[in-house]
């Protein structure tokens, strides 16, 4: 062990670096993985409920776990004066919108949030597309979804006072059951692709897109383990051999007593 400590010598300043980052690196490939399994298992309960038979929404209010990822239906009519774009969503390299539209369910004040799609975004941000709703009663079918109660946002600009906030940042279903005076369901429902009901494009991505990309970059965080292990080792070795060498023969010498 000592003679192994005379031809390791790292130093005090790498030795604190490598125990600070090494775990960090690891940590971030492992967390990496964790991703890809959770994606890998939202989209196995995707498709095992939304196999199932479509599920009626009504106008009681119920859970959002009770309805997410089923195949659903409502009747009920478009609500257009709350409808919601929300921004910075690209499809085929094009920035646009989606469009939230809520649908009063029908005999109630109840709201369900529907997804119709995508639409591009004009020639300026002022430029806002219609994306007009269809008028009368009309039947929605399509997947329940939830979306993300966690994200990072700067403040929303203030709407111009007495109208209604268009453009969204993120589709915060907290903000908007506050936003009206109604009840609304915790839900999204992401209209079916072959729906008439005044959908835009909707080519809705499986939940699993990108589980190969989290496993590239868990890659890449153990492979930045292993290279940062390596050069200590390296280093350590060269440092102590250089040590060595300044010290001259009668070091040598006595370091194989």
Same mark, same amino acid.
């Given at each position: 062990?000592?003679?192994?400590?005379?031809?390791?010598?790292?130093?005090? #300043?790498?030795? +604190?670096?490598?125990?600070?980052?090494?775990? +960090?690196? #690891?940590?971030?490939?492992?967390?990496?993985?964790?991703? @890809?399994?959770?994606?890998? @298992?939202?989209?196995?309960?995707?498709?095992?409920?939304?196999?199932?038979?479509? /599920?009626?929404?009504?106008?009681?209010?119920?859970?959002?776990?009770?309805?997410?990822?089923?195949? /659903?239906?409502?009747?009920?009519?478009?609500?257009?004066?709350?409808?919601?774009?929300?921004?910075?969503?690209?499809?085929?390299?094009?920035?646009?919108?989606?469009?939230?539209?809520?649908?009063?369910?029908?005999?109630?004040?109840?709201?369900?949030? #529907?997804?119709?799609?995508?639409?591009?975004?004009?020639?300026?941000?002022?430029?806002?597309?219609?994306?007009?709703?269809?008028?009368?009663?009309?039947?929605?079918?399509?997947?329940?979804? #939830?979306?993300?109660?966690?994200?990072?946002?700067?403040?929303?600009?203030?709407?111009?006072?007495?109208?209604?906030?268009?453009?969204?940042?993120?589709?915060?279903?907290?903000?908007?059951?506050?936003?009206?005076?109604?009840?609304?369901?915790?839900?999204?429902?992401?209209?079916?692709?072959?729906?008439?009901?005044?959908?835009?494009?909707?080519?809705?991505?499986?939940?699993?897109?990108?589980?190969?990309?989290?496993?590239?970059?868990?890659?890449?965080?153990?492979?930045? @383990?292993?290279?940062?292990?390596?050069?200590?080792?390296?280093?350590?070795?060269?440092?102590?051999?250089?040590?060595?060498?300044?010290?001259?023969?009668?070091?040598?010498?006595?370091?194989? +007593?």
């Amino acid at each position: 062990m000592r003679a192994f400590a005379r031809r390791f010598r790292p130093g005090m #300043v790498a030795t +604190v670096g490598v125990v600070v980052l090494l775990p +960090v690196l #690891v940590s971030l490939g492992f967390w990496q993985l964790d991703r @890809a399994e959770q994606k890998r @298992a939202i989209q196995a309960e995707y498709d095992a409920r939304s196999r199932d038979e479509h /599920v009626e929404i009504g106008s009681q209010l119920q859970q959002a776990d009770d309805l997410r990822f089923y195949r /659903v239906v409502a009747h009920g009519t478009y609500q257009p004066q709350y409808q919601l774009l929300i921004d910075n969503r690209v499809q085929d390299g094009r920035v646009g919108y989606y469009v939230i539209t809520p649908l009063r369910i029908g005999g109630s004040n109840t709201l369900v949030l #529907v997804n119709r799609g995508w639409v591009p975004m004009g020639e300026t941000r002022d430029d806002l597309p219609k994306a007009n709703a269809p008028s009368g009663m009309i039947e929605i079918t399509g997947v329940a979804t #939830v979306p993300l109660d966690k994200f990072f946002m700067f403040s929303e600009p203030p709407a111009p006072k007495g109208k209604w906030q268009r453009v969204w940042q993120h589709m915060d279903m907290k903000r908007f059951a506050v936003a009206v005076p109604f009840p609304v369901q915790p839900v999204v429902i992401l209209l079916d692709p072959d729906s008439p009901a005044g959908g835009f494009v909707r080519r809705w991505a499986r939940l699993d897109t990108g589980i190969a990309v989290h496993k590239g970059y868990a890659f890449q965080w153990f492979i930045l @383990a292993a290279t940062l292990l390596l050069a200590y080792l390296i280093y350590g070795l060269r440092a102590a051999k250089m040590k060595n060498d300044d010290a001259g023969p009668e070091f040598r010498r006595n370091d194989h +007593v």
